[in-house]
């Protein structure tokens, strides 16, 4: 037996989460979808695919105020980060939860990032499985699946006349509007099926094929910009500087990609990692190979969010079955 | 605020050869005019950069004075020319994007035209004070 | 299409160049991305049809000092004048194989428009203007249309306030990936004014504040050096609508000083230049 919930008593509920938490959801605007706070209900896109930008930046925001320092009465004062909220988001695809789930390692890592475990600990997540997958969608070869429940703490699957819901951890338990429940002996969906791509041997083709010509002529197109990384649920580059405001220091965190121009470049204006090839080769190094060795899991969920933006189509799936296929032979 | 309580804060980025001579001259000869704007002096008016008109704007500035020689008497000749395309054209540009293009001034004022100096810069006062504070600037960075 | 793909193959056995950059197809199976051929048997891969909005010419300075063939439209060609008007690329070092254009349709991620773009329903331009081999009839030349800038005008119709809080709630959306400054074959400055830590102008922080100094100067930079290939409004993630800016300038420039840029390599941009007599509307 599973529980279910009406589609107009999932509002119910949200309307009734809206008010005790900070709701965010997938909202529509300019033609694309976004997690936004949300007080109305009724602004909530339930018909999405995905979002553009992941749900990573609920927990690591484009743009931070690490703590701030002001002089007051004579006294240095320092000023810490704004409070966090208690917050919902709703609507978080398995390969996004997958992303946040991957995030903890670095930024949970001891010593951990004080400000993302704030906002990891108020937050609860209400995930939603996916009834379709699109082209650019890979997520099965990355180590989840359209209907998994295991990053977050409430599974809800889009069935004939509402959702079933799952309660995946007691967080997500304690938030179950037990009122709207229904039991139910509806089977969950099978869920669809997608393009694969094999990562068997991955990180050793990668380690292998490090001074291969294929990097060279791989970033041939690319213009190394930051939307790759900034699409992307596991990417967590950043950058942070002091900016004094009349007295007032703030120290800013915002987010940086490994692609962009001058990444690497340290006084003197020396580059180590100079030039085009090596900066991309570099991209799928961390999530293929670096990332895997120290934490674990490759640092990619397979939304293919990176493959659905990229104004060159450069394709992950792409590179791995390439990268597989070299090694041995030279050249491209 | 009541109108006649807001002091407009303006920036004025005036050619050291001619208009900042100007201003002094204007000091000088005791010629009063509002003390609201803060004088910025640069070389030439050619070197007045629209990053600095709309970081002035950023940081707060209700208005923005650019004032040079007169065309045909740049010290260097042909600064002001270059001034002369680049200002109008990003005037259009700053309204385009909802700034008042009356709070780019830019005048002419040579090293002789103290009086000149200080009415310029008193109207400009007037003029803001009628089109009041610029929206709520988000101050920092 | 082959015509493209026998005069790639005829420059890269002859040796005239090294690589020849045209479209190929991308993973989704039905539109294009930017394809790098080196070898004269890779050329059955180069396409060319109603997908292949990209403007290649940004590759081109990444190839100086080597010989390069590609492959523009109209619109791209003028970026080409641009880079050689402003000395960045060299005539002697790219083969230009210009194709004649009447279009190119909507492109996202599998999914290919029906209509062409609105930048290509007012476009008159159908012969590229700098070639050294051209592919397709070009049309008998109608007489120029004027350009129609009926959405920068549907911008000048709204009062400032209005304009403000239109501009303010695109730019709250800006993520600054700089997706838009990396395609625009005239952003190629070494060190970005965004990325300069002294003068400090606008940092990294990602906010409406920041990000309307980021465009707008970006805009400014552009002007009289823009062509037009939309590039910058395509590649954005956040469906901000760059070309207003860009247009509104294409605009002013052709009002106040006549002048289209990319038309040829010769013509100085207005705002490198002046005349000693003339009525601007500044200081009169």
């Not at chain 1, 004062?77 to 966090?84: D, F, G, S, T, Y």
Request: hydrophobic share 35%.
């Amino acid at each position: 037996m599973t529980q279910v919930i009406s589609k107009s008593d999932l509002m119910v509920w949200l309307g009734r989460l809206s008010e005790s938490h900070t709701l965010i959801a997938p909202v529509n605007d300019a033609e694309i979808t976004l997690f936004r706070r949300v007080s109305n209900v009724e602004d909530i896109a339930l018909d999405f695919t995905n979002t553009t930008l992941s749900a990573k930046e609920w927990f690591f925001p484009p743009t931070e105020t690490l703590f701030s320092v002001e002089r007051k009465d004579g006294q240095v004062e320092l000023v810490p980060a704004e409070k966090m909220e208690e917050s919902v988001i709703f609507g978080v695809r398995p390969c996004d939860a997958l992303g946040i789930a991957l995030l903890d390692r670095p930024f949970l890592n001891e010593p951990a990032d004080a400000i993302y475990r704030r906002h990891r600990d108020k937050t609860i997540l209400i995930g939603l499985s996916c009834r379709e997958a699109h082209p650019e969608c890979f997520c099965t070869s990355m180590g989840t699946a359209p209907d998994d429940p295991s990053n977050v703490d409430v599974l809800l699957t889009e069935v004939a006349d509402g959702y079933i819901v799952q309660a995946v951890t007691e967080k997500g338990k304690a938030i179950l509007p037990q009122d709207l429940l229904k039991e139910s002996d509806v089977t969950p969906p099978s869920p669809p099926s997608l393009s694969t791509v094999s990562v068997e041997g991955i990180e050793d083709a990668m380690l292998r094929n490090f001074d291969s010509i294929y990097w060279e002529r791989l970033a041939d197109r690319c213009l190394h910009c930051n939307l790759c990384a900034y699409v992307c649920p596991a990417c967590y580059c950043f950058d942070v500087r002091d900016y004094n405001d009349k007295g007032k220091i703030q120290r800013v965190r915002s987010w940086e990609s490994c692609q962009s121009p001058g990444f690497t470049t340290i006084a003197g204006g020396y580059d180590r990692r100079a030039g085009k090839g090596p900066h991309l080769r570099q991209r799928f190094s961390h999530k293929l190979l670096y990332f895997p060795r120290e934490f674990g899991s490759a640092a990619c969920t397979g939304c293919g969010r990176c493959v659905k933006v990229c104004p060159v189509n450069i394709d992950i799936r792409e590179v791995i079955a390439d990268v597989q296929n070299l090694g041995g032979k030279s050249g491209q | 605020m009541a109108v006649e309580d807001f002091q407009p804060r303006m920036v004025g980025f005036l050619c050291n050869w001619c208009s900042y001579a100007g201003a002094d001259m204007a000091g000088t000869s005791r010629m009063s005019y509002p003390p609201n704007i803060r004088i910025i002096r640069v070389p030439c008016s050619g070197r007045v950069d629209p990053l600095l008109i709309v970081k002035a704007f950023q940081q707060g500035a209700d208005g923005v004075l650019v004032a040079g020689c007169h065309p045909g008497d740049c010290h260097y000749v042909e600064g002001n020319y270059y001034a002369r395309r680049r200002l109008a054209l990003f005037r259009l540009l700053l309204e385009f994007i909802g700034i008042d293009p009356r709070r780019l001034c830019v005048e002419w004022v040579s090293a002789v035209e103290g009086k000149r100096f200080s009415q310029v810069v008193t109207s400009f006062t007037e003029e803001l004070v009628r089109l009041g504070p610029r929206s709520e600037v988000q101050v920092g960075a | 299409m082959q015509q493209i793909r026998d005069k790639a193959k005829e420059l890269l056995t002859s040796q005239a160049v090294d690589c020849v950059i045209g479209y190929g197809r991308a993973t989704d199976g039905v539109t294009s991305r930017p394809l790098f051929v080196y070898e004269p048997e890779q050329v059955e891969e180069l396409i060319f049809d109603k997908t292949c909005t990209h403007n290649l010419t940004k590759y081109l300075l990444n190839r100086r000092g080597k010989k390069t063939g590609i492959v523009v439209k109209p619109c791209d060609s003028r970026a080409i004048n641009v880079l050689l008007n402003e000395e960045e690329i060299k005539r002697d070092e790219v083969y230009i194989i210009g194709v004649v254009c009447d279009g190119v349709v909507e492109t996202r991620w599998n999914q290919v428009g029906e209509e062409k773009q609105a930048r290509c329903q007012y476009c008159h331009q159908h012969t590229p203007v700098v070639y050294d081999f051209l592919v397709g009839e070009p049309p008998e030349e109608s007489p120029p249309a004027p350009e129609d800038y009926a959405a920068v005008a549907e911008i000048e119709a709204k009062s400032l306030s209005e304009r403000e809080a239109f501009w303010t709630e695109h730019f709250d959306r800006c993520c600054r990936c700089y997706a838009c400054r990396q395609v625009c074959p005239g952003c190629y400055c070494t060190e970005c004014f965004v990325d300069r830590l002294d003068p400090l102008w606008v940092g990294i922080r990602i906010a409406p504040e920041e990000n309307r100094i980021w465009h707008t100067i970006r805009a400014f930079h552009l002007a009289g050096r823009c062509a037009g290939c939309n590039e910058c409004e395509r590649v954005c993630p956040m469906n901000i609508p760059l070309s207003l800016l860009n247009r509104k300038l294409v605009k002013e420039v052709d009002e106040l000083f006549g002048f289209q840029a990319g038309l040829n390599e010769e013509e100085m941009q207005p705002l490198g230049t002046f005349k000693k007599e003339e009525k601007l509307g500044i200081g009169e």
